[in-house]
Nanobody, 126 residues
Framework: QPQLVESGGGSVHAGGSLRLTCAAS????????IGWFRQAPGKEREGIAC????????NTKEPARGRFTISRDRAKNTVYLQMNSLKPEDTAVYYC???????????????????WGQGTQVTVSS
């Protein structure tokens, strides 16, 4: 089973961009739908975007739609979240998670994701 590792977080000004990376330490991501979630202080965890194992389908939730793009490179066993036009309200810890393809994962239901990374902090200043 894969151990997921996020990277690419940091601090940027509003309007800036970051690219988050989800990689596997042991095991392969390629069997799984990979989702990105975030949790801001005092708020519930929310699903942001996901991509199916084969990469054919993606789902991006508001308010990320139109600003964030999820993609995967199966040869590199990696999933990316490109975040553009960042806003202060995007500040959160971002997690990647893996689950089997299905209606629950494509709808970013967190209980359907069995593998989670430790998270990476994203801070957007105004």
């Amino acid at each position: 089973q894969p151990q997921l590792v996020e990277s690419g977080g940091g601090s940027v000004h509003a309007g800036g961009s970051l690219r988050l990376t989800c990689a596997a330490s042991g095991g392969s991501l390629n069997w799984y739908t990979i989702g990105w979630f975030r949790q801001a202080p005092g708020k519930e965890r929310e699903g942001i975007a996901c991509i199916t194992s084969g990469g054919q389908s993606t789902n991006t939730k508001e308010p990320a739609r139109g600003r964030f793009t999820i993609s995967r490179d199966r040869a590199k066993n990696t999933v990316y979240l490109q975040m553009n036009s960042l806003k202060p309200e995007d500040t959160a810890v971002y997690y990647c998670a893996g689950g089997f393809d299905g209606p629950g994962t494509i709808n970013l239901e967190s209980r359907e994701f069995g593998y989670w990374g430790q998270g990476t902090q994203v801070t957007v200043s105004s």
